[in-house]
C-alpha cells in the first residue's frame, strides 16, 4: 500500500477500470454525485477514477476503498509489483 505523498500509478484494464468505478459508485465516501469531495476547493471535481481507464490515481481509493473487493484487489496487485 501507498503511504504519503507517494505517486506511483497502478495500472488496470478497462474491464478492471469498469470494477473500480462501480466500486468507487457504492463504497467511496468521498463521491458525491460523481464529484470528489476531497478534490472539493469550492468547485466541483469529477471523481479521478471516473475518467481513468487505464489507471488508479487515488491514493485513498487504493488505500481504503479497493480492498473491501478481494479478488479485484489481488489481481491489480498481482498485476503491478509495486504496491
Known amino acids: 500500500m501507498l503511504k504519503g505523498s507517494?505517486?506511483?500509478v497502478i495500472k488496470i484494464t478497462?474491464?478492471?477500470s469498469r470494477?473500480?468505478?462501480a466500486l468507487v459508485r457504492r463504497l467511496c465516501?468521498?463521491?458525491v454525485h460523481?464529484?470528489?469531495f476531497l478534490l472539493d476547493d469550492g468547485n466541483s471535481h469529477k471523481c479521478v477514477q471516473f475518467i481513468s481507464l487505464y489507471?488508479?490515481?487515488c491514493n485513498y481509493f487504493l488505500n481504503a476503498?479497493?480492498?473491501a473487493d478481494k479478488e479485484l484487489y489481488n489481481k491489480i496487485r498481482k498485476n503491478n509489483h509495486h504496491i
Open 34 to 36: 460523481g464529484n470528489c
Open 29 to 31: 465516501c468521498n463521491c
Open 6 to 8: 507517494e505517486t506511483i
Open 14 to 16: 478497462p474491464g478492471q
Open 55 to 57: 489507471g488508479i490515481y
Open 19 to 21: 470494477k473500480v468505478n
Open 65 to 67: 476503498v479497493l480492498p
